[in-house]
Nanobody, 113 residues
Framework: QLQASGGGLVQAGGSLRLSCAAS????????MGWYRQAPGTQRELVAT???????NYADSVKGRFTISRDNGKKMAYLQMNSLKPEDTAVYYC?????????WGQGTLVTVSS
């Protein structure tokens, strides 16, 4: 089970940090990811981080967003800096291990211009 938090309203250029709390004993083997879905669009990948700490980012967020994880706390994070209005979306955390996948409930990020 995943619980995302940290969304809110921020002005363009501002920052937010999203958190994803996971339950279960196998967190350290999960690939953790953040996805987002803006109104009228499909859910898209924002960033992923492997068990070994390798990261991958969507081109639109490279250099602005940073994904991280704390295996001891079973947490994943998304630090979002230099936010733009086009970053406005519901952000979802995701955990994957082989063919298994789970989604959090989503947290809304609104960036005003």
């Amino acid at each position: 089970q995943l619980q995302a938090s940290g969304g809110g309203l921020v002005q363009a250029g501002g920052s937010l940090r999203l958190s994803c709390a996971a339950s279960g004993s196998r967190f350290s083997i999960y690939i953790m990811g953040w996805y987002r879905q803006a109104p009228g669009t499909q859910r898209e990948l924002v960033a992923t981080i492997t068990t070994g700490g390798y990261t991958n980012y969507a081109d639109s967020v490279k250099g602005r967003f940073t994904i991280s994880r704390d295996n001891g706390k079973k947490m994943a994070y998304l630090q979002m800096n230099s936010l733009k209005p086009e970053d406005t979306a519901v952000y979802y955390c995701n955990a994957e291990a082989g063919s298994w996948s789970a989604w959090g409930q989503g947290t809304l990020v609104t960036v005003s211009s």
